[in-house]
């Protein structure tokens, strides 16, 4: 079992979690540059929310 963690530099999640957070369009550019090619976790951006799953 993997425990959730968040921050900056990393997103680690375990199987199954979704992780919705409030932030701006910058903010989500800002975390997708920081991911570079990591396409896992996924994060999406809608209306003012970041989602991770």
């Known amino acids: ?3 959730t963690f968040i921050s900056r530099d990393k997103i680690q999640l ?3 979690t979704v992780v919705r957070m409030l932030g ?8 997708s540059d920081s991911r ?3 396409s896992i ?3 999406k951006y809608r ?5 991770s799953t």
């Open 36 to 38: 570079g090619d990591s």
């Open 14 to 16: 375990s199987a199954g």
């Open 1 to 3: 079992m993997m425990d």
């Open 41 to 43: 976790p996924r994060i």
């Open 24 to 31: 701006s369009w910058q903010d989500y550019i800002a975390l």
């Open 47 to 51: 209306d003012g929310e970041m989602k």
